[in-house]
């Protein structure tokens, strides 16, 4: 699995265990709902400051969102 879609899922998959949908995650982090869907989606690459506010609106440490799962 390539880095992009590792990235995207691991924030759907943090996302959907804290019981958020992609709107309230967006708001959190300050985005379109829409970015959200594609970087879920690995139709989007992300940057070092886009992925840190993902984290910090998901209330996890950045690494979170680069871990592979397996």
Do not use: F
């Not at 869907?37 to 690459?45: P, Q, T, Y």
């Not at 506010?53 to 592979?68: G, R, T």
């Amino acid at each position: 699995m390539r880095l992009r879609e590792e990235v995207g899922l691991n924030i759907r998959n943090l996302r959907n265990s804290k019981g958020m949908s992609q709107e309230q995650l967006a708001l959190a982090a300050d985005m379109d709902r829409s970015y959200i869907s594609e970087i879920e989606l690995a139709k989007n690459s992300v940057s070092i400051d886009i992925l840190e506010q993902i984290a910090l609106a998901l209330d996890v440490a950045p690494k979170e969102l680069l871990n592979e799962r397996g």
